[in-house]
Structure formats: C-alpha cells, structure tokens
C-alpha cells in the first residue's frame, strides 16, 4: 500500500510541474492557463488526500 501511496503522490507532483510549465503569467483566467491552473488546483487536492489517507494508516498500525 506503501508503494502506492508514493506513486500517486509523484504522479500528482508530476502533473503539479506539468501545468506550471503550462501557465501563461500574463493571461492566467484565460484559455489553456485557465486549465492548467484547474489541473495544479486539483492535482494538490490529491496530494493532500493522499497525505492525510498516509497519516490515517500510520495511526491504524499505532493503535493495533
């Protein structure tokens, strides 16, 4: 389960460097900036939930 958990969260780093290299500073609400910014918003949600789903293992394997 470990090993997952790491590969989804280097997968969502990965998409996270992919869309920066995407975002137009100067247009950001527009066409593929707008996009891009929807991908790392979404990309740093999954991180956080498979950060807090990690956590949650941790305390189960302490409390058994």
Sequence with gaps: MKI????????????????ITLLDFNNLLEGNSLIALIGIVASLC???????????????????
């Design 46 to 64: 999954a991180v956080c939930i498979l950060l807090i789903f990690k956590m949650a293992k941790s305390i189960e394997e302490k409390t058994r």
């Design 4 to 19: 997952l958990i790491y590969t989804l969260l280097a997968i969502a780093v990965a998409i996270i460097i992919f869309n």
